[in-house]
C-alpha cells in the first residue's frame, strides 16, 4: 500500500470503534472480525486496497454496498465527499450509524435495503464498492455508476473470491485488474444470492 491518502484515513480511523464490544481486542489484529448475522468486518488490509483502487480525490459521491459496523464506510467518508451505504439488516445498519457519528462523520447516509439494487435516488456515483460476493456484478449497480466511474467487488459464490476492479464504460463495465484473491460473505438481494437462512 503506497497510497498516501489511504493511509493517513486508516492511522486516524479506530477501528476498534467499529467492532462489537468483545472483539476490541481483534481490531488491532489484521484479520477478519465477526458481526452479527454471520458477516464480518473485512480486514484493514484487504479494505485499504479496495478503497485505494477506487482512485478517489476526495469529490466523489461513492457507493457501499454492505455497510456492516461502518468500518470501511468510515474510511470511505474520509477520502470522499459523499458516501451512501446500503445495509441489508436494520440492526447493523443502526449500529454502523451509531458507530459514524461516534467518530464525526456526517457526509455518509446509511441505507437498509437490498444492496444488490443499488440506492437509485441518490445516484449516480463516481465509485461502488461491494462489500459481498457474487459472481456477476448486479446490473442496477452498472447503471448507477457514471461513465468513467470504477467499481470493486468480489467475483466468486462466496468463500473464494478475485477481487476486481471495473470501469464503466460508454458500452458496459471493463475489468480492469485483480486486486487480490479473498473469502467474502456471500451477496444477498435480488440481484445476488437468495437472502434465505440468513
Known amino acids: 500500500m503506497t497510497d498516501d491518502r489511504v493511509l493517513e484515513v486508516i492511522r486516524r480511523t479506530s477501528r476498534a470503534a467499529f467492532v462489537p464490544e468483545d472483539q476490541v481486542a481483534a481490531a488491532y489484529i489484521d484479520e477478519p472480525?465477526?458481526?452479527?448475522?454471520?458477516?464480518?468486518?473485512?480486514?484493514?488490509?484487504?479494505?485499504?486496497?479496495?478503497?485505494?483502487?477506487?482512485?478517489?480525490?476526495?469529490?466523489?459521491?461513492?457507493?457501499?454496498?454492505?455497510?456492516?459496523?461502518?468500518?470501511?464506510?468510515?474510511?470511505?467518508?474520509?477520502?470522499?465527499?459523499?458516501v451512501v451505504s446500503v445495509e441489508l439488516w436494520a440492526d447493523l445498519a443502526d449500529q454502523a450509524r451509531r458507530n459514524l457519528t461516534a467518530q464525526g462523520l456526517r457526509n455518509v447516509t446509511?441505507?437498509?435495503?437490498?444492496?444488490?439494487?443499488?440506492?437509485?435516488?441518490h445516484a449516480p456515483?463516481?465509485?461502488?464498492?461491494?462489500?459481498?460476493?457474487?459472481?456477476?456484478?448486479p446490473p442496477p449497480l452498472i447503471e448507477q455508476l457514471r461513465v468513467g466511474g470504477r467499481l470493486v467487488q468480489p467475483i466468486g459464490p462466496g468463500g473464494q473470491e478475485e477481487v476486481v476492479l471495473h470501469e464503466r464504460r460508454r458500452e458496459g463495465l471493463r475489468q480492469l485488474r485483480l486486486l487480490s484473491l479473498a473469502h467474502f460473505v456471500r451477496l444477498y438481494g435480488r440481484y445476488g444470492f437468495p437472502p434465505t437462512g440468513t
Open 125 to 137: 456515483y463516481d465509485a461502488v464498492l461491494v462489500s459481498a460476493a457474487f459472481p456477476q456484478v
Open 110 to 121: 446509511v441505507l437498509v435495503g437490498d444492496g444488490t439494487e443499488g440506492a437509485p435516488a
Open 33 to 82: 472480525v465477526p458481526i452479527p448475522h454471520g458477516q464480518v468486518t473485512t480486514q484493514p488490509s484487504l479494505s485499504a486496497t479496495m478503497v485505494a483502487a477506487l482512485g478517489l480525490s476526495g469529490v466523489e459521491r461513492v457507493l457501499e454496498v454492505g455497510t456492516g459496523h461502518g468500518y470501511q464506510t468510515a474510511l470511505l467518508a474520509g477520502l470522499a465527499a459523499e
